[in-house]
């Protein structure tokens, strides 16, 4: 009978794993996975911080917009007319100029900015007369003061028929209405529309050559 050599018994064995080597493994894979939940909380924790600051800034503007920063209606007066060129002597054709000095009060803690203002003036109900102020800008809780040249046509004048009237009691009733359009900006970035109409009464004395305005010569707030 042949004998078997003994390289013929040995059998290859498997290889050998450590159970210190699984928990090497495991270990590494929960360190990742804290890791990960760490900078997770910590990228909601930013993203809450930030939200929150957003939200308290814009309640704190609004808050101001509405308590400190409120605007606040300017005010607009026409303060005197004065005759410039011209005559409302009886016959005249030439059309006559008026000068109105008219100031605008800001109240409010921001500048208030303003375009061209046009005027209308009337006598009896017609219109006669136009002009125009230039654009400005009154600044926080200051006074501005701006004129307006008006331009009476005499011949619109001459053909209304209260002319004689007038011209016998020695004064001329006129009416004159004026819109500025402007705006003011809260805290510099929102910007509130801002309308003031004056509507104001004019007395021409014939025998003085004084001009007088009524006391109602105050702009009203149109926001």
Known sequence: MAQQSPDQHIKPLAPFISSTHFNTLEDQDHIFVQR??????????????????VVLLVVIVLVLSFTVYNVKDPEVRM???????????????DNVTLLADISVKNPNAFTFRFGNASTDVYYNGEGIGEGESPSGKAKARRTIRVNTTMEIMSKKLLANPFLDTDLKDRALNFSSYTRIHGKVKILYIFPRKVAVEINC??????TTGLITNGDNCIGNVDL
């Open 36 to 53: 990960k939940n760490i900078r997770l909380r910590k990228f909601i924790l930013c993203c809450g911080c930030a939200t929150a600051i």
């Open 201 to 206: 009464t004019i007395t021409y004395n014939i």
């Open 79 to 93: 303060n005197g007319v004065t005759l410039i060129n011209g005559t409302f002597a009886s016959g005249s054709t």
